[in-house]
């Protein structure tokens, strides 16, 4: 599948990875594309500058309201992207782990979870089409200074696993998405080299062009996902370290 003409749903359109995702998929000639946020008027500026294409989409992802709504008026998406979500930095012994844990799940899990529900018989009602999930690398290893974004990326990765199996039989191909430390707002706590977000949206595109299933968009995810899959205690016991 080629980018050129396609519709494409982009949640958590306004800033970070979402804002990246915008950009490069106009490059790369997307038809229409619906900026789902909650608030339109974040993103105005730049729908006013591409109006024919760019259509804000008032979308809060938990809630069940947009998202029915969502799904009457952009009934046209072949590529959906679930890439909305938060982060906290906490761990066990922080006293607000559990809110922010229930806080999470509810925006990184169920609201992707509610999403695929809403569109997946869209997206088989236009030939297939392509779900995308943005996880992270953390939904494979976990990172002791953000235990509870870790915990629902790693339920994120189910969710990949689940809809891949569920949906083939309609021709929905899904891709999971899984970037190591990305130069975003949410993640200028992190105490790491970072790579920008545009790198992302780029090599999703190309996963969707060459028809891969995982996308490991940087140096970091690469070399952390191989050595989990050679030794998945040794890179554990390296987590346990820089805790």
Do not use: W
């Not at 949206?201 to 969707?208: L, V």
């Not at 070399?223 to 899959?229: C, I, L, N, W």
């Amino acid at each position: 599948m080629t980018i050129k003409d396609s519709v494409v749903l982009i949640t958590g359109a306004n800033r970070g990875i979402g804002k990246a995702y915008v950009e490069e998929f106009l490059k790369a000639g997307a038809k229409k594309i619906y900026l789902g946020v909650r608030n339109p008027d974040s993103v105005a500026d730049v729908v006013a500058e591409n109006p024919n294409t760019l259509i804000p989409l008032k979308l809060d992802i938990t809630n069940a309201a947009d998202i029915k709504n969502a799904a009457k008026e952009a009934g046209d998406v072949d590529i959906l992207i679930n890439n909305a979500g938060i982060l906290f930095f906490d761990d066990l012994a922080n006293k607000d782990a559990v809110d922010n844990a229930r806080k999470t799940m509810e925006v990184n899990f169920i609201g992707p979870l509610a999403m695929t529900q809403a569109f997946a018989p869209i997206l088989k009602n236009n030939g297939g089409g392509i779900l995308i999930i943005v996880s992270s690398i953390v939904g494979h290893v976990s990172m002791p200074a953000i235990t509870t974004y870790c915990a629902s990326k790693h339920a994120v990765q189910s969710l990949i696993l689940n809809a891949r199996a569920q949906l083939a039989a309609q021709g929905t191909r899904v891709i999971g998405v899984y970037p190591g430390p990305i130069d975003t707002d949410m993640a200028k706590d992190l105490e790491m080299d970072k790579f920008p977000p545009a790198q992302v949206a780029t090599e999703t595109i190309k996963a969707i062009e060459n028809g891969k299933e995982d996308v490991f968009t940087d140096a970091f995810s690469k070399v952390t996902y191989a050595a989990f899959r050679k030794n998945p205690k040794a890179v554990e016991a390296q987590m346990r370290e820089a805790a």
